[in-house]
């Protein structure tokens, strides 16, 4: 036992009296572990104390007595250290070399912890070097430091107003926004924005960055004065801040009041030079130079025209010498005022509608669709009122020589004027058939008896159909049967004309046979029952009754039947 | 006894998740500030097991001083000595936190060294026969312990057939042997083969069928004990000669341990942890 103890005691004076090495070593016998890479200039035993203080353990004054940075800011109460205690609770060192004094994650790392928390636009920053980059932070020999001296925003960000808007940059800018998006209450200026001057982009007004020193006291130390000669200084007198076209001229009060389509118009529309004044406004042809008609009109343009709208004019057509009746009162303008290319008005020729002159008979404007049949003078039957029947003016019992009578009065026009592909006075054509029209009955109607017979003879009143039919209806009311030579008496007189007269069948019709054949015996159409020797039937027969009642002998020349 | 184990359960159960992180990351763990080495309760563990270890030579000096020898009995103070030569070391291992570097870490082995040493020595201590007081026995008394079986045997039939096995099973064992390496190889071995002896004892004590199982254990129970001190006595002198060379390396772990142990706490004393924890 003693012997061992002599060892051990022999081993310890040995490393002891091996120099430097040996203290090293018997430092890593009495050190816990190797010092960390920042603190390995400590190593050895006599820098013990250098961080432990005798009987007192690691005390934060040894640490901050080096890292007087932190001191200073820890007694200040600001960054990151503020109100954190015991260094060695975070910073434990005798890891080994390796070993990472500061541990911590930049990207779980809460900025607030700093007493500076990333807002706004900060929090975008993608790195700490961003802000924590050497000019910043106090220089350090071996590491960067995170450690800012100045939380103004002047030590990362370059003041370029050069100084000249103070370093409260947090009165106009915001961590929510760009720079260039400033959130400037100019009304705490001299200078409120009014009208337009809220709109303007800050450059405008303040070019190359001057903020402070611009005068505002007049329009024209911005604006140019466009007026040529000047009308002053004053130019509110006229322009509002709301905008320099919206004038708080009133117009009302000049001599030329503005209304209807004027009232929207730009200034510059009639002030066309540089002035205002002298600008000539009695006719209107002072800025409506240029005349749309072409001279057709030598009267002012307010005869027609009104200042609500050039389209909306006032023409009273009844004032020309042609008044609008009828239908023509519809008829849009255009219709008989046509744009004529190339045609010579007062002023040269142009392009231009026609108001005058105008020719004003109706085939000026309408086409005539009798080709010529009837006279030129249309409103002998037509009226402005239509060009249909109902409409017309022509009475047939006075201006023709065909009166319409009877069922003529009934029937309509087409059914006797036909529309014919014809030859016609203005030329070969289609057309309803006025002129010339035959009078005959044969010309409308069609003849249903036996047309040889009726060829034969020349018309004559016996032949003509008038001698059997009246225009009331084609019934033979006109009719006297003794006319043709057989007086109907009698039971003969009561019968239709059928019971004697045969039919004629032809393909498309058929009639009664009036002539040719001639029944006037009785036995033509009665047939005897009696024996020979009574062949003359009238001798005991009368025409009213057939029945031998009272016989009797009449003589042939009494009446009755033959 | 009990109170300890649960307390170093509940310990390791506690800081079960520190101790197994890396010694790198443990500055981050929350319980660093408790379970380092100069933690709240890493430096009590490591004040506790110090003071544990020094309670340790209270066994030495029970030896040495005659006041104390009548306190109690050496059985019991070398179970005092035990107890807090397996908990100090236990709860120095729980201070270092397996953090071991330079000479206390020559210290840490040391002193496991010096467990390990203790526990071989109690080992050899188990093998020398020692009367109840722990003075060791002597072969005319364990002689008298081995006549006792017979009397509990049944006079019966089957009674000389079990004698004969125990017998030869006695006498199987009862083979005397030279030189302390054999013996302490016996010794080993005979532990060893406790279990298939014992079955083989209770196969011979079984042939009488009227015996109970009860009385089959008690007779087998005896017949093994016997065994054991017959073989106690083969080995004796060797076990005794043993036991007196096993002090020489017993007792410089203890003093490495204990010199390295006291510089470590003059060191950190001197530092500023002694009674304080950083």
């Known amino acids: 036992m003693k012997g061992k103890g002599w060892w051990i005691l022999i081993g310890l004076a040995g490393i002891a009296a091996n120099g430097e090495s040996a203290a090293q070593e018997l430092d890593s016998l009495i050190s816990p572990g190797p010092l960390s890479r920042a603190h390995a200039g400590l190593a050895g035993l006599s820098n013990c104390t250098s961080c432990h203080a005798p009987g007192k353990g690691v005390t934060d004054g040894k640490c901050l007595s080096c890292h007087s940075d932190l001191e200073a800011r820890v007694v200040a109460d600001r960054g990151f250290h503020r109100g954190k205690i015991h260094c060695v609770s975070c910073h434990t060192d005798h890891q080994g070399g390796g070993f990472e004094l500061i541990r911590w994650d930049p990207d779980d790392f809460d900025h607030r912890e700093t007493g500076y928390a990333l807002e706004g636009l900060h929090l975008r920053v993608a790195s700490c070097g961003a802000c924590h980059r050497p000019p910043n932070a106090p220089a350090r020999e071996k590491s960067a430091s995170f450690l800012l001296d ?90 509002s801040e ?35 004044r002298g600008v000539a406004f009695g006719q209107c042809a002072d800025c409506h130079t240029k005349d749309p008609h072409f001279g057709q009109f030598e009267d002012d343009c307010a005869r027609c025209h009104v200042v609500e709208s050039f389209d909306g004019v006032s023409f009273d057509h009844a004032n020309s010498g042609y008044p609008l009746t009828g239908r023509h009162e519809a008829v849009a303008c255009s219709e008989c005022h046509r744009t004529e290319a190339g045609s010579l008005f007062p002023d040269g020729r142009a392009t231009a509608v026609r108001y005058r002159p105008l020719q004003t008979a109706c085939k000026s404007c309408h086409l005539d669709v009798h080709y010529g049949q009837l006279a030129t003078n249309c409103e002998s039957c037509h009226a402005t009122d239509g060009f249909h029947s109902k409409n017309l003016r022509f009475a047939h019992d006075r201006d023709s020589r065909f009166s319409l009578r009877g069922r003529h009065a009934q029937v309509l026009c087409a059914d006797c004027h036909r529309s014919e592909r014809e030859s016609f006075p203005d030329g070969p054509g289609v057309a309803v058939r006025y002129k010339p029209i035959r009078d005959l009955c044969s010309a409308c109607h069609e003849n249903v008896h036996d047309e040889s017979t009726w060829k034969a003879s020349k018309a004559s009143p016996a032949t003509r159909c008038e001698s059997c039919h009246t225009e009331e209806s084609f019934e033979l009311r006109q009719f006297d049967h003794a006319r043709a030579s057989l007086t109907l008496t009698g039971a003969h007189s009561s019968l239709e004309c059928d019971r004697c007269h045969d039919y004629a069948v032809l393909p498309q019709r058929r009639y009664l046979l009036f002539r040719g054949e001639s029944r006037r015996d009785c036995a033509d159409c009665h047939r005897s029952p009696h024996l020979k020797g009574l062949e003359r039937c009238v001798d005991c027969h009368s025409t009213t009754n057939w029945v031998v009642g009272v016989w009797k002998r009449q003589a042939p020349d009494q009446g009755g039947a033959p | 006894m009990a109170l300890s184990v649960l307390l170093l359960l509940g310990l390791t159960a506690w800081g079960s998740s520190y101790y197994a992180t890396p010694l790198q990351e443990r500055s981050e763990h929350p319980l660093n500030l408790w379970l380092k080495p100069s933690g709240v309760v890493g430096h009590l563990l490591g004040i506790a097991g110090t003071v544990m270890m020094l309670l340790i030579f209270l066994y030495s000096l029970r030896k040495r001083s005659k006041t104390l020898q009548k306190i109690g009995t050496q059985a019991e103070w070398l179970k005092v000595h035990i107890f807090f030569g397996i908990v100090g070391p236990v709860l120095v291992t729980f201070h270092t936190s397996g953090k071991l570097n330079g000479i206390v870490a020559i210290a840490f082995y040391s002193m496991w060294a010096m467990v390990l040493s203790g526990a071989f020595g109690r080992y050899l201590y188990a093998k020398i026969p020692r009367t109840i007081s722990g003075n060791q026995m002597t072969l005319k008394e364990i002689e008298g312990e081995l006549g006792g079986i017979v009397n509990l045997l049944r006079r019966n039939e089957s009674r000389d057939d079990i004698l004969a096995g125990i017998e030869a099973f006695l006498a199987r064992t009862r083979k005397e042997t030279g030189g302390l390496l054999p013996a302490l190889s016996r010794v080993i071995l005979e532990d060893a083969v406790l279990p298939s002896n014992a079955l083989r004892v ?34 004796l002198d060797a076990m005794k000669r043993l036991f007196s060379y096993w002090h020489v390396f017993h007792k410089p772990f203890t003093v490495i341990t204990f010199a390295i142990v006291f510089l470590h706490v003059g060191v950190v004393t001197f530092l500023g942890y002694g009674l304080h924890w950083r």
Request: proline share 3%; charged share 30%; hydrophobic share 25%.
């Open chain 1, 242 to 276: 709301t905008s320099w076209r919206k004038t708080k001229l009133d117009h009302g009060a000049t001599r030329f009041p503005l209304l209807g389509k004027h009232e929207g118009l730009a200034c510059s529309r009639c002030h066309t030079g540089e002035g205002f």
């Open chain 1, 150 to 239: 100045d939380q103004r925003c002047i030590a990362c960000h370059e003041d370029v107003h050069r100084g000249g808007l103070g370093t409260s940059c947090s009165d106009c800018h915001s961590l929510d926004l760009p720079f260039r998006d400033t959130r400037f209450d100019h009304d705490r200026a001299r200078f409120r924005l009014a009208g337009s001057h809220g709109k303007v982009q800050c450059e405008t007004c303040h070019p190359n960055q001057k903020w402070k020193g611009l005068r505002f006291a007049r329009c024209a130390d911005c604006h140019q004065d466009p007026h040529r000669p000047s009308l002053g200084a004053d130019c509110q007198r006229c322009h």
């Open chain 2, 202 to 235: 209770y196969r011979i004590v079984s042939r009488d069928r009227s015996l109970s199982i009860r009385e089959r254990f008690r007779v087998s129970r005896l017949v093994l004990r016997q065994q054991r001190l017959l073989n106690k006595l083969a080995v």
